[in-house]
């Protein structure tokens, strides 16, 4: 049974910090390159960062130098530390593992609620 469990979500005002964590299970973690992604409110899931099997990392321009994504393979987690957040920040985000170089289907989770307002 494969399980991708988000964390840490919440209410912040703008310029404020968040931690996220996604907690896997059922899957042998360190050979997945992870993501991060959101959802806000009439719109597409987007792709907010990704970390590689060998920690190389990728981030939207959006997001970047103020996100910072990390990975530890000993607790199957990956965390997404998020500073400086504004309200387009505000989203649904979800935690994903990569299975396309496989040719399957992706693992998701059930999302985080993250909103940034005053």
């Known amino acids: 049974q494969v399980q991708l469990v988000e964390s840490g979500g919440g209410l912040v005002q703008p310029g404020g910090s968040l931690r996220l964590s996604c907690v896997a299970s059922?899957?042998?973690?360190?050979?997945?390159?992870m993501g991060w992604y959101r959802q806000a409110p009439g719109k597409q899931r987007e792709l907010v960062s990704l970390?590689?099997?060998?920690?190389?990392?990728n981030y939207a321009d959006s997001v970047k130098g103020r996100f910072t994504i990390s990975r530890d393979n000993t607790k199957s987690t990956v965390y997404l530390q998020m500073n400086s957040l504004k309200p387009e920040d505000t989203a649904l985000y979800y935690c994903?593992?990569?299975?396309?170089?496989?040719?399957?289907?992706?693992?998701w989770g059930q999302g985080t609620q993250v909103t940034v307002s005053s």
């Open positions: 970390i590689t099997l060998a920690d190389d990392t």
């Open positions: 994903n593992a990569d299975r396309r170089s496989w040719g399957l289907s992706d693992f």
């Open positions: 059922g899957i042998t973690f360190s050979r997945y390159t």
